[in-house]
């Protein structure tokens, strides 16, 4: 692998000191930011995430912030995503599409009350679509990039970490919900949520300046625990069928290839951008869809490039995102597949770096 | 420096064979793509650049098409930059601001003819800007990113390769300006460009598939010039002021703080986003501005944050780019300088990660 070479273009973040301190061994960019990938090695991270308790740096996930009384009627002009159930407290996982139900982004909405929310975006510049449309619609709302900050903690011992530091009533918050917990002072928006299956939360650090304090709290109040610092690890991901904006689908993906037509309400999401076109994917389904695909033979190498998925010498698919599980003991990953072969026990071949691999369809991820 | 971890959504790209072939050492990301950063050091790359000739992957300057009636209406609206002497053949170096008139980007427009242009863009998706103004104002116009990988040839004796593949009508290329070139069949717009100040040529590949037999061309053709595999190089475009948007500057800067009021005519530039906040901004001038900066000492660290610049203990500006020139035996840097502080030969001091250096304000670049 090559280094990354520093600059100010690719943003640190409020916990990087921390992250160097735990030694950090490698990094990806996303959204212009530091966002860690490796600690001790990949599997030793993954072994840890699933037995004990992680702190993430995961500010990369930036916020877009919606503020002013068209907040909402932008919100819902971003998504398929029916927002009228939604309540102040509670987050939702967000397809957002452009006019032709290309996918830009797959963020969690916060909805923080009537008329502001914020948007805890995937790696794109998202900011720049919203402002666009704000812009071009003359909404009366501002839109901007706050100084938040999320900081993840999973694994299954989070719950007993948070409540040290925050009070047994972090106990209470239930999934895609938030409340606000107080920390030195400072507001804290907690919600129980995260970019892995191990359970725990996210607390969005509103102040850069209470990042390394907070960092430094849960470590010291987590020793017992074995807490570590940890990041979105790539095998827990792929076996808990967690997509990767950029990774598994871009903007030639409807989210129905995704698998996320569930959270597409086109019909009744009055006004939302790209909805004469998601009413038609709707009407005649996807032709193409994600799928877990096993592959079989010893561990596959990097995937750093779509793979082609073959049937019968006929390509079918493409695989986005590989890697042995130790647990599953195959190789896992998630592939965009045609409608003729996306059936569970489907026999397919996936034409790795190292050679032609023998692989079968799933119809439910690992985890 | 730590490890970067490769991803599909890290892309590759046409020429990342030869790249890695060339035995590339560091990467940074741009437009979600690798870019390289280093081969053999960024010593012996920038004397090479100024020596002989190199060939850059830059596909990560990725292309925005602009392409119907409603093109060239919508390029000016994006730019304060008056763009009607403008003619096909013609590049221009366009700021892009939103509505406050802060930075979003600051690309190469390209004007192919009236009703097509392409935009090759900073870091930053301003794809998702233009498709949100072009939605919001229901232009008639498509805007896309096609299969378009610009590859820079950038050195003294970039002339003399490109004749021996292009032909000599190549030389003859106006700066800014292109003409069209044939390489195996294939049309190829060649433009006298690039991010260096040592003379060359930015050909944008217009076919992914071409990109390694066109790489390995002017390898071939370039042996007894000496021609290398470079990028660009911190160095180099320090010495030249050639700024790096993400590092040197973002949204919360105006052109006029960048140095780039030179190409903003915002009086007559009829329709273009900002204009009500540039038009006040052009009247009052800017109260910080872009400076080269000269830092005292030995060789400063990386520079991967902002530098505060202080004078008689107030802060006064920052530092976002820095390194040492060999050349010009002192430490180069680029900084943002309050109108109090920013006179040629001011002295001020700026606080790097090892210490408070003292250092001087200056007016030019050194290139």
Known sequence: MALISPSRRLRRTPFSNGVEHAGVKAYTVYNHMLLPTVFESVEADYRHLKEHVQVWDVACERQIELRGPDATRLMQMLTPRDLRPMLPGQCYYVPIVDETGGMLNDPVAVKLSEDRWWISIADSDLLYWVKGIAYGYRLDVLVDEPDVSPLAVQGPKSDELMARVFGDAVRDVRFFRFGHFDFEGHDMVIAR??????????IYVQ?????????DALFKAGEDLNVRAGC???IERIESGLLSYGNDMTDDNTPHECGLGKFCNTHTAIGCIGRDALLRVAKEGPIQQIRPISIEGDRVPLCDRFWPVYADGKRVGRVSSATWSPDFNTNVSIGMIRMTHWDAGTRVEVETPDGMRSATVHEQFWN
């Open 193 to 202: 949520s995260g970019y892995s299956k191990q359970g725990g939360f996210e």
């Open 232 to 234: 979105p690890n790539l």
């Open 207 to 215: 102040d850069s300046a209470v990042g390394m304090p907070l960092w």
